[in-house]
């Protein structure tokens, strides 16, 4: 069944209330989802009615749509300022981008399966998000040299290790600005612990490790 606006808007109203009450504190990410309709990026118009369920969801290629609690976890964690430069590894749908965007990110997003970019494309066009969110087909372990330094960098699947060359596409710090920070889930498949590296200095780096979560797994080189 086809959701009206007017549902998306009330169940979404319902997911910010639900993600406030689990712990999501940032006001500002809260009203992020609170905007960015979620249905849209589902290819399958039968689960347009668990778009806005915490769950996560197929989208085709055997990969899913992050639950929103985690996407507004990991945002939270992110910690986004207008004009950040930001880049996520593993576009998926569209949805962590699109709420990255709407916390006034210029994005840059990778994804390996050219075929769920086809998809994903056009969606992010209509609404709005192009040229904001910027996508293209590759392995995102490589990070994206052409728009490196980031200020912060998003991977949304889960690999055993934090794959040195993003680590390295972090900016140095700079006075009066947050520093430049990597939000990565390291571990082995179905069992990954969120780490935080944040780079404090030209060569130093600090590790703080958050939530357990289960991703779908980060591919390199293949
Ligand atoms: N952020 C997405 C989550 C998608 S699931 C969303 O909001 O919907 C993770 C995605 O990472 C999958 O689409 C998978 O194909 C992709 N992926 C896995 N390894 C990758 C790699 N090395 N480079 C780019 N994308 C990768």
Request: glycine share 10%; proline share 8%; hydrophobic share 40%.
């Amino acid at each position: 069944m086809l959701l009206t606006d007017r549902q998306a808007a009330a169940f979404r109203r319902r997911l910010v209330d639900d993600l406030r009450e689990r712990g999501i504190a940032d006001e500002r990410v809260l009203a992020a989802i609170g905007r960015v309709p979620r249905h849209r990026f589902m290819p399958d118009t039968g689960l347009h009615r668990q778009a806005y369920d915490d769950v996560a969801l197929p989208i085709g290629e055997g990969q899913t749509i992050s639950q929103p609690y985690t996407v507004a976890r990991m945002t939270e964690l992110l910690d986004i300022r207008e004009g950040e430069r930001v880049l996520e590894v593993g576009t998926g749908s569209g949805y962590q981008a699109a709420v990255l965007a709407e916390l006034g990110a210029r994005v840059f997003s990778i994804e390996r399966h050219a075929a769920l970019l086809q998809k994903t494309r056009p969606i992010l066009k209509a609404l709005g998000y192009d040229p904001v969110v910027r996508t293209q087909v590759g392995d995102g372990t490589y990070g994206w040299p052409g728009y490196a330094p980031f200020d912060a960098i998003i991977v949304t699947a889960g690999g055993p290790e934090v794959p040195a060359e993003l680590r390295d596409q972090l900016r140095d710090p700079v006075d009066g600005q947050p520093d430049a920070r990597l939000l990565i889930p390291v571990g082995p498949p179905k069992r990954q612990v969120l780490h935080r590296i944040t780079k404090t200095g030209p060569d130093a780096f600090a590790d703080e490790r958050f939530d357990g979560v289960v991703f779908v797994p980060l591919v390199r080189g293949a």
